[in-house]
C-alpha cells in the first residue's frame, strides 16, 4: 500500500481507516446506524493481522466505553464509535474517564433524537457533548469535520491532544458525512507504540509494575472532599490551558462581511452554498466555522461580531450552539438561529430565506 | 523454650503476604474480603506475577482492593469490570488480568458485561464474592439474597411474589463455553481457605495459559449486613447459604 | 513442637476468628485493653501450649498474625 493514497470513501469508512493508519491499538465498538460502517470497515480489514490493532465487537455501549476506559487506562491508544442513542449510554463512562485523566478517542455520527429518533443527520447532540453529558465537571475536547477528508485527518488529531491533556476527545459528525462519500487522500501509516515506548510515555498508566517500585492506580473515586477539589482544580486546570491554546476554527470569506453565519461540520458545507447564494444578491455574508466546538472558538466570534450587523447560526438542531456563540457577543447585535429537526437537512435557500428575514 | 528463641531461631510458618500492604484495610471486623485479598496476593507472588499483573476493582465494599494489594489496577464504573479486563488483556496478551467483584456489582448491573465476557472466551479471571447483600450501601437486598433473608429492603424477607428468585451466576457461568473453570468456594475455616487459594491459583494459571474464562465464587458473609458477630454469620452462610450455593467445582475443562 | 505468635495488634480489629480457629485455646480478646482504633484486640493467654499451627494467621482476614515455631530439641 502506498504512503498516501487517493480513495472515493465514505466518512465512517475514513475513520475506520484512518484509526488502522495513526497507530490505534484498540476499538470498541457496537452497531448503530448511522456509523456501523466504521466497525464493518474495520472488520473487514482485519488490522489484528497487519499493525496488530484490536478491534473488538462488544455487547452494548455501555461495555464499548468501559473497554475503552480498560485500555485507556494501560496508557494504549484505544478508541469507540456509536451514534446518539449509544452515545447517550456512553455518557457513564465518560465522565469516568475524564474523571480518571484517560485520553480516548470517541466518534459520534448524530442522528435526530429525542429517544430512538431517527436515524437521519442531526447536530441534536451538541449540548450533551460540550456541556457535559455525564455527571461531574468535566469536559470532553471536541472536534467537528465538515467533510470526510477531515474524518480522516482528525482521527489523529484527536489521539493527540487526548494525549496531551489525558482527557477523552470527541470526533463530534453526523450521519450527512458519515454516510457521503468524497475523494479522500489517507494520512501515511504510523506504528503502533511498543510497549516500553508507552511505559515511558504514559508513566501513570496499569500496565503492569514492571520493576516500577509502586503501583499505578487508575481511578475518578475520593472520598475525602478536601483531596477531591484538588483533583478537580487540577482537571480545571488542565482545560483552561485546553481552551488557551487548542481553539481551533475556519473562517471563511468574512474580511469584508456585513453579515456572518456560523455552522460546524455538515451545516458548514450548507452555509457556505447560502453565503455563495447571498453574495450573488449583493449581501456580503462571511462563515466562521468552528472546528473545535470544545475549546469553542468565543474570542474569534467575539471579534468578529464587533465587524458584522447580526449572526445567523445554523445548526440542525433547535438551537444549541447559539447559546455559545450569544455568550461570545453578548447583546451587542442580533443572533438568530435557523434549523431543521428531526433529521431534515435544510437547504441552502432557506438558509439564506432566514438571513433575509434577519436583514 | 522462650518466645523469642522460638521467633529468633525458630521457623516462619505463616507471614501476612508482602504484597498485602501495610495500609489497613476498610472493611469490617471477619468481613472475609481481608482472608481473599490474602489469598490473591499470596498466589500472584507464589506465580511471580507481581510486576505482570493487572487487576480491575469493583464498586462496591472492595472498591478500595487497589489501596490494598500491591499490584497495578484500575477502578471500574459499577458492573464494568469484566468489559475493562477484556478490553486490557486484548491489548497486554502476557499479563496477569483478573477483576475483584462482589454480586451487586457483577450479579445484577453488571450481569451483562460478566457473561459475555465470559462467554467471549477473554483469558481472564473474575473473583466474585457473593455475601448476597449490598454492604457498601447500607444492607439492601441483592441478586444472591437467599428467599426468606432479611435485608433493608426486603425487611420482612425476601418473597418470590416481590422479589423474583436468587441468581446463581456460577451455574450460568459453568454452561458458558467461553468459561474454562467455574468454583464455588469459601474462606470460613482453615481447609477451606487452602482450597480457595488453590482455585484462585488454578483460575489465573488457566486464564495465562490462554484457556479461557475462569470464574472463583467465594461464597462470603456481611456481618454489618446480616447483622451478626463473624461467628454467627459463618454458621449462617454454612446453613443457609452453601444449601443454596453449593460449593466445589462445577466446570473445570483446562485439566483436558 | 513450641510456637509463638505475634500480633499487630493496632491492624487487629478483634474480628475474634482466630480464637475461634486455635484448636487450643491460645488466643483471646483483651478483656478491657484497646487499641488506637478502639477495638478489644487478640493476644496469647496460653502461648506455652501453641504449636504454631498458623491457623489463627491464616484465618485473620486483616493479616495480623505472624507465626513461628521450633522443634523441641
Redesign the interface.
Known amino acids: 500500500m502506498a504512503e498516501k493514497e487517493v480513495s472515493l470513501i465514505k466518512g465512517n469508512e475514513a475513520i475506520a481507516l484512518a484509526a488502522i493508519r495513526c497507530g490505534c491499538d484498540g476499538y470498541f465498538g457496537y452497531p448503530i446506524t448511522p456509523q456501523s460502517e466504521v466497525l464493518e470497515t474495520l472488520a473487514a480489514q482485519k488490522p489484528w493481522e497487519t499493525t496488530g490493532m484490536v478491534v473488538l465487537q462488544a455487547e452494548s455501549e455501555l461495555a464499548s466505553i468501559n473497554m475503552v476506559y480498560g485500555g485507556a487506562g494501560t496508557g494504549k491508544r484505544v478508541m469507540t464509535s456509536s451514534s446518539s442513542p449509544g452515545i447517550s449510554l456512553m455518557q457513564e463512562g465518560m465522565s469516568y474517564l475524564a474523571g480518571a485523566e484517560l485520553p480516548c478517542v470517541v466518534f459520534n455520527c448524530m442522528r435526530g433524537g429525542p429517544g430512538l429518533g431517527t436515524i437521519q443527520p442531526s447536530q441534536s447532540d451538541y449540548f450533551q457533548t460540550v456541556k457535559g453529558g455525564g455527571h461531574g465537571d468535566y469536559r470532553l475536547i471536541t472536534l467537528a469535520p465538515s467533510s470526510v477528508q477531515e474524518m480522516a485527518d482528525f482521527v489523529d488529531l484527536a489521539f493527540e491532544l487526548a494525549f496531551r491533556y489525558r482527557n477523552p476527545a470527541m470526533i463530534l459528525s453526523d450521519g450527512v458525512i458519515g454516510q457521503m462519500m468524497e475523494k479522500v487522500v489517507l494520512p501515511g501509516f504510523k506504528p503502533r507504540r511498543t510497549e516500553e515506548q508507552i511505559m515511558k510515555e504514559c508513566p501513570w498508566a496499569a500496565t503492569g509494575r514492571m520493576g516500577r517500585t509502586h503501583p499505578n492506580i487508575i481511578t475518578s473515586l475520593e472520598l475525602q472532599s478536601e483531596v477531591m477539589e484538588q483533583n478537580n482544580l487540577r482537571i480545571q486546570a488542565k482545560y483552561k490551558e485546553c481552551e488557551e491554546k487548542e481553539v481551533r476554527y475556519e473562517e471563511y470569506m468574512c474580511e469584508d462581511a456585513d453579515w456572518l453565519i456560523v455552522a460546524f461540520g455538515s451545516a458548514a458545507r450548507i452555509a457556505k452554498k447560502t453565503i455563495q447564494l447571498a453574495r450573488g444578491e449583493g449581501i456580503k455574508v462571511g462563515l466562521l466555522l468552528p472546528i473545535t466546538l470544545w475549546p469553542f472558538p468565543t474570542r474569534q466570534i467575539e471579534a468578529l461580531g464587533r465587524k458584522v450587523k447580526g449572526i445567523l447560526v445554523l445548526e440542525f438542531n433547535a438551537g444549541q450552539m447559539i447559546e455559545d456563540v450569544k455568550l461570545a457577543v453578548g447583546c451587542s447585535l442580533p443572533v438568530e438561529h435557523y434549523g431543521r429537526l428531526g433529521g431534515i437537512v435544510p437547504d441552502p435557500d432557506e438558509a439564506l430565506e432566514a438571513l433575509k428575514k434577519m436583514i | ?1 522462650t ?1 523469642e ?3 529468633n ?9 508482602e504484597l ?1 500492604n501495610e495500609t ?2 476498610h ?9 481473599v485479598h ?1 489469598l490473591v496476593a499470596e498466589v500472584i507472588d507464589d506465580m511471580g506475577m ?5 487487576a ?1 476493582s469493583p464498586v462496591g465494599c472492595s ?2 482492593a ?1 489501596r490494598y494489594i ?8 459499577h458492573g ?1 469490570a469484566p ?6 488483556k ?3 496478551p502476557d ?1 496477569l488480568v483478573f477483576t475483584y467483584q462482589g454480586d451487586g456489582d457483577l450479579a445484577c448491573i453488571g450481569t ?2 460478566t457473561i ?1 465476557a465470559l462467554n467471549r472466551k477473554e483469558n481472564i479471571t473474575i473473583i466474585f464474592i457473593n455475601n448476597a447483600i449490598y454492604g457498601m450501601t447500607g444492607g439492601q437486598m441483592a441478586p444472591t439474597t437467599l428467599l426468606g433473608q432479611k435485608t433493608v429492603t426486603c425487611p420482612y424477607g425476601r418473597e418470590v411474589a416481590l422479589h423474583g428468585y436468587p441468581l446463581k451466576i456460577a451455574d450460568i457461568a459453568a454452561i458458558l463455553p467461553g468459561t474454562c473453570y467455574v468454583t464455588r468456594q469459601t474462606v ?3 481447609p477451606a ?2 482450597k480457595a487459594k488453590a482455585a484462585i491459583r488454578k483460575a489465573f494459571e488457566y486464564s495465562l495459559q490462554g484457556k479461557g474464562s475462569n470464574l472463583v465464587e467465594i461464597v462470603s458473609t456481611c456481618n454489618s449486613g446480616w447483622k451478626m ?3 454467627k454469620s459463618f454458621k449462617w452462610m454454612e446453613e443457609n447459604m452453601v444449601p443454596f450455593y453449593p460449593l466445589g467445582d462445577l466446570k473445570d475443562t483446562g485439566k483436558e | 513442637m513450641h510456637g509463638a505468635v505475634v500480633v499487630d495488634t493496632e491492624r487487629c480489629k478483634g474480628c475474634n476468628l482466630c480464637v475461634l480457629a486455635c484448636p487450643l485455646g491460645v488466643l483471646e480478646l483483651t478483656p478491657k485493653t484497646v487499641n488506637t482504633k478502639g477495638y478489644h484486640y487478640t493476644h496469647p493467654v496460653k502461648e506455652d501450649i501453641c504449636i504454631g499451627c498458623a491457623s489463627c494467621a491464616i484465618v485473620c482476614p486483616d493479616g495480623c498474625i505472624t507465626v513461628y515455631r521450633k522443634k523441641e530439641e
Open positions: 523454650m518466645r528463641e522460638i521467633i531461631t525458630g521457623e516462619l510458618v505463616y507471614k501476612k503476604p498485602l489497613p484495610m472493611y469490617c471486623p471477619g468481613c472475609p474480603h481481608g482472608t490474602k507481581r510486576d505482570k499483573t493487572i480491575v472498591v478500595f487497589y500491591d499490584v497495578d489496577w484500575e477502578e471500574a464504573a464494568r468489559a475493562l479486563a477484556s478490553a486490557i486484548r491489548l497486554w499479563r451483562a458485561e459475555h470460613h475455616t482453615v481457605i487452602r458477630s463473624p461467628e
